[in-house]
């Protein structure tokens, strides 16, 4: 299997970091591209009264924060070997924005942080990395925190 295009979704938890140093490893070992992907939800939320938007300064200030943490991410990357990074912030549903963007993009590998939620966690807020192994079209390399790691 030859991987030219690596791309990885970052929420920017621990694990996500994970899953940009494992994939910037496997872009310098094949010299692939790596695109880390940042999708965030909808800008309304629900309350009692009826739906609450985000004004233009709170999404501005969001964005720019996602800026500065896809940014260090980047970083995060390069030093970790891969030469050829980019990065993209998508709005919609996490799970499928991954998926169309390794379709639309020919993407050959997504690398994903998994949290590893288990039981009644799991079914309530379910997994993303799950959701996209189903719906990717191409094959996913999960990563997962080791439980106790090496001190």
Known sequence: MRINQILVPV???PHAHAAVLA???LARRYQASLTLLHVWGPVAFLIPEGFV??????LTKMMSEFEALLARAKA???N???SQVETVQREGV???EISALARDGNYDLIVIGSHGRTGLRHALLGSVAEKVLRESPCPVLTIKLA???PA
Not at 53 to 58: D, N, V
């Open 11 to 13: 929420d920017f938890s």
């Open 23 to 25: 994939a910037a490893d």
């Open 53 to 58: 938007l985000y004004t233009p300064t709170q």
């Open 76 to 78: 995060d990357a390069e």
């Open 80 to 82: 970790a070997g891969a």
């Open 94 to 96: 996490v799970a499928a």
């Open 147 to 149: 439980a106790n790691p």
